[in-house]
């Protein structure tokens, strides 16, 4: 059966360059690259060197990239490590109500331990408005942390705009740039950011590393103790493998963004006018413009968005009802909701986030089978007869 991958917005393959490039870590230069010796130089030297590409891509100083366990940890890290590190200052965080869980959670962990927590409505396209965040910053407010590109509707945040307002109030900025690394060509410089956290795995690198960028001065407590490796903000022996892995998934990204965003560009635009051409009773969540272009979430009236991921799983086309973690939760998605999409539209949502293995041959192919299977999850749905008659 040919089968269709659309939910790299869960996770990617690994890139057949970033194998390459990882493959002598795991047995010829496996030092630990805190030992001393030769085998250790070797792990420290490369490891140094993945630090020093990456800052490069970024535009950031290698001194100010901790490399950790992905985009949960690097999350978890920026905000509990700022809250607690500047709480004599105040206990107050801002972030949104479209927060990936990484995020969300850990603002909810600090509730419990007596901060005070702001979530910042969105539009009905899912964005934060900077007017919203100004008004929301109080003399006790330490860190906003609002997300870059939304891993469910692909929304794009004005980040720029949020970051001159947390510059001029003087307070700290965390970022979750987990979905736009990759898929914007972005500048840590130009966002103006004091934190930002990267998942290897969302970018064609392996599973299970990432990394946080600090800005040098910000004022940081580590989360993970032990040997003081990372200059003792993040212990743990390094997984130099990953780093290597996440390092070339990083460069080779960026080496092709501009032509992967047209290509994308074109694929989600033909997906979605042909979904709209055959398919009734559906619903566009999120801009259709202000997106990263490999993101389309829709809402199909009077089905279960789990129904339909597992129908056309049974047909080799991998989809989501929106973040993976949320999957298995009959919950709607609380960012399609924060936009003020009815319950029932959100619960019949579907992310299809595509990417490097799809071609425009994928969209007929799968808008046929697609087509279908709304047709008869609906031929068998009460909740259709009753809306259309
Ligand atoms: C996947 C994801 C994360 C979590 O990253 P992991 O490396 O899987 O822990 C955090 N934020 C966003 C927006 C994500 O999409």
């Not at 030769?38 to 800052?55: D, M, T």
């Not at 899912?126 to 929304?155: C, Q, S």
């Not at 579907?350 to 192919?365: L, M, P």
Request: charged share 20%; with cysteine.
């Amino acid at each position: 059966m040919r089968t269709v991958y659309l939910d790299h917005n869960a996770t990617t393959p690994v890139h057949p360059g970033v194998l390459d490039a990882m493959l002598p870590y795991f047995s010829q230069v496996f030092g630990n690259a805190s030992s001393l010796h030769q085998s250790g130089r070797e792990a420290k030297a490369a490891l140094e060197n993945a630090r020093q590409s990456i800052a490069e891509v970024l535009g950031c100083r290698a001194s100010e990239i901790i490399f950790t366990s992905g985009g949960t940890e690097s999350d978890n890290f920026a905000i509990k490590g700022t809250a607690f590190a500047n709480r004599k200052k105040g206990k107050h965080i801002i972030t949104s109500s479209i927060e990936h869980h990484a995020v969300e959670i850990s603002c909810r962990f600090l509730e419990k331990e007596g901060f005070e927590v702001t979530f910042l409505p969105v539009d009905s396209c899912g964005f934060v408005d900077p007017d919203d965040l100004k008004k929301a910053i109080r003399p006790n407010t330490t860190l906003v942390t609002i997300m870059y590109a939304n891993n469910e509707t692909g929304v794009i945040q004005d980040i720029e705009a949020l970051g001159s307002v947390t510059r001029e109030a003087g307070v700290y900025f965390h970022t979750d740039a987990v979905q736009a690394t990759g898929k914007i060509p972005y500048k840590i410089d130009d966002i103006g950011c004091d934190m930002l956290s990267i998942s290897a795995h969302k970018l064609y690198g392996p599973k299970g590393v990432g990394l946080l960028y600090i800005k040098s001065g910000t004022n940081i407590i580590p989360w993970n103790e032990g040997g003081g490796h990372e200059k003792g903000m993040r212990a743990g022996t390094e997984n130099v493998a990953g780093i290597i892995g996440l390092a070339e998934a990083i460069k080779i990204a960026h080496k092709d963004i501009a032509a992967r965003t047209v290509k994308l560009n074109k694929i989600t635009r033909k997906f979605y006018e042909s979904i709209k051409a055959r398919i009734p009773d559906i619903q566009f969540n999120g801009h259709y413009e202000k997106r990263v272009p490999n993101t389309i979430n829709i809402s199909f009236k009077a089905i279960e968005g789990e129904a339909i991921v597992l129908s056309l799983d049974m047909k080799g086309i991998m989809v989501s009802t929106g973040s993976a973690c949320t999957s298995g939760a009959t919950d709607p998605s609380h960012v399609l909701r924060a936009m003020g999409v009815s319950r029932e539209m959100a619960q019949g949502s579907i992310r299809f986030s595509f990417g490097r293995s799809n071609s425009i041959e994928d969209v007929d192919y799968v808008v046929d089978i697609l087509a279908k299977e709304v047709n008869r999850l609906r031929s068998i749905s009460p909740l259709y007869a009753d809306s259309s008659g």
